[in-house]
């Protein structure tokens, strides 16, 4: 077999794979409708590319626990929280997922595509979210719930079985961490429908067999980077095949 | 290892049995009968050490990917989340029937809206599940649980009488809920079923969230040095802290899994037929008292022990 031949194999095979998703035909329709202010930072910070395999999902879950590690340090920082409880739960979050964070820099290795300070954060973003106590926790919420969908979503991608073991045993954590703080919140432990970023007719069928209250749906990688640029956190450019 | 002996340690101090022993008269029979369920307990936990010394011996990695042991298709996945559903869902009802009239009516509301929400999520996973074995080609109607689960073996005594042990009972069930879920991941993507990994994923979550949820409680109620996450090896009954894999499974940012047979055999108490259940909350008068025979199978099917778990197979 010849490179070339090799090649347009992998290319169709990855097609295919997109194919199953429905993503091919929207992808360049979806370029496009990126929010402008995303697509305006070009010179000064790195465009994140996440590829459609393993190592684009694992790099895209280091994004999110790099927001919700920076969120937490955040929070605590702002001393707007200030029951000893509330505290101790956001202080311990932020280590689990500042814990996360490194295990998938090492998982990732070289093949990580961002460090730690290629992110660059908007203040007015994060301070919006940092305004006071409710809003602390309520973010909080936001952002695990999105942690659990998101790794969800990223169940059925994931091809290599390691990393399927270690993303269940992140999400699981992340369930934990949404239940706790929605319990000190007074909220239900569980997702309520109207509560869900995603509602039920844009949710993508084929990797959603179950659905309700009772079950926690899986997001598609765009649906993700839709619900994190609405938070406003950061500058950096998103794209890839992975989240078109 | 230390969690096991503890479990075994439950059992044999069972406050329960020396009551019962008690209250009744002391036959010959009875002393007999409390003497067997001790050996009983000291077989099962004899059993536990030597499967997980050969656990063990397989949880090793295996290169290049590290494997959860035991292939199992994913009707066999759904069969077995289905047994600890319905496990769960029975669980949960005679919960609610004790909030009503029996040990648990006293407990704090927050409690109370707890057992009635968690419960309607596990009845809502039986029925799912059993719509799911059903397009699988299997028969959900042939998954059963004993009609008087002997739920004493959780903590060595009636779990429903008061809500401190109940919590705890329950802490235990939902978190070895999860770790079960969890040690089906590598089945499934395997088998390359997706929907039903996607099904095993959007449950698995929801138990992670009940188990939050309970632990919570005990904290803010009962002012239990306990957290929604798992910060010790010993606030669980499985093996939390694998050895063997590139995921730190000691550190609470991670949590374990139990394989099929892990689970099984802690559930094997629960659902073992020799074990008389000397819990007062037997809901109804049956002749199984505690265990399930041939006669529980439907037309068709026949029983078949499974690890420690029973099935009744097509």
């Given at each position: 077999m010849t490179l070339q031949t090799e090649l347009t194999e992998k290319a169709v095979a990855s097609r295919r794979k997109l194919l199953k998703w429905g993503l091919l035909g929207v992808g360049a329709a979806v370029l496009a409708t990126v929010p402008k202010p995303l697509m305006a930072q070009t010179s000064s910070s790195l465009t994140l590319t996440f590829n459609a395999n393993d190592i684009g999902i694992l790099n895209f879950a280091l994004l999110l626990e790099e927001l919700e590690s920076a969120f937490y340090v955040a929070a605590v920082k702002s001393?707007?929280?200030?029951?000893p409880q509330e505290r101790e739960y956001l202080r311990v979050l932020g280590i689990h997922e500042a814990t996360h964070v490194t295990f998938l820099r090492k998982v990732l290795g070289s093949n990580v595509i961002f460090q730690t300070n290629d992110l660059s954060f908007r203040r007015s973003g994060l301070n919006a979210l940092l305004k006071d106590r409710d809003t602390i926790l309520k973010t909080a919420v936001s952002l695990e719930d999105t942690g659990v969908h998101a790794y969800n979503g990223a169940g059925t991608l994931l091809t290599d079985p390691t990393y399927i073991l270690a993303a269940g045993s992140i999400v699981s954590v992340e369930a934990r961490h949404a239940a706790g703080v929605r319990a000190l919140l007074k909220r239900p432990v569980t997702e309520l429908d109207r509560e869900r970023s995603v509602s039920n007719a844009n949710l993508d069928p084929s990797i959603n067999p179950l659905k309700g209250r009772a079950y926690d749906e899986l997001y598609t990688p765009k649906q993700i980077v839709q619900i994190v640029g609405s938070?406003?956190?950061?500058n950096n450019p998103i794209n890839g095949a992975l989240v078109s | 290892m230390a969690i096991f002996s503890n479990f075994a340690v439950n059992q044999a101090t069972n406050p329960m049995q020396s009551h019962f022993q008690f209250s009744s008269t002391k036959s010959l029979e009875q002393v007999s009968t409390r003497t067997l369920s001790l050996i009983a307990s000291a077989a099962f936990f004899l059993l536990f050490l030597v499967l997980f010394s050969f656990i063990s011996l397989f949880t090793?990695?295996?290169?290049p990917a590290y494997a959860q042991t035991a292939t199992l298709t994913p009707q066999q996945v759904v069969e077995y989340a289905l047994t600890l559903e319905k496990l769960e869902d029975d669980f949960y009802r005679r919960a609610v029937r004790a909030t009503q009239n029996g040990g648990l009516k006293n407990a704090p509301k927050l409690a109370k809206d707890v057992i009635a929400n968690y419960g309607r999520d596990e009845a809502q996973h039986v029925v799912d599940l059993s719509a799911v074995l059903t397009s699988l080609g299997g028969n959900p109607a042939a998954i059963t649980i004993p009609a008087n689960p002997n739920y004493t073996a959780i903590k060595g005594r009636n779990p429903f009488a008061n809500i401190k042990d109940f919590l705890l009972a329950l802490q235990y069930v939902e978190d070895l809920g999860v770790s079960a879920y969890k040690g089906q991941v590598q089945n499934l993507q395997a088998s390359g079923n997706d929907t039903i990994l996607a099904g095993a994923l959007e449950i698995h979550t929801i138990e992670a969230r009940h188990a939050a949820g309970i632990r919570y409680l005990r904290q803010e109620l009962l002012d239990a040095d306990i957290r929604p996450w798992i910060r010790r090896a010993n606030e669980v009954v499985y093996n939390e802290n694998k050895k063997g894999f590139p995921i730190d499974f000691a550190d609470a940012a991670f949590d374990g899994f139990s394989t099929r047979d892990e689970v099984l055999a802690l559930v094997g108490p629960i659902l073992n037929p020799t074990s008389t259940q000397r819990s007062g909350e037997r809901s109804s008068p049956s002749a199984l008292e505690g265990s399930i025979t041939q006669e529980d199978c439907p037309a068709g099917t026949t029983l078949e022990l499974v690890s420690g778990g029973y099935i009744c197979k097509p």
């Open positions: 001393g707007k929280v200030r029951d938070l406003k956190l950061i | 090793t990695p295996i290169t």
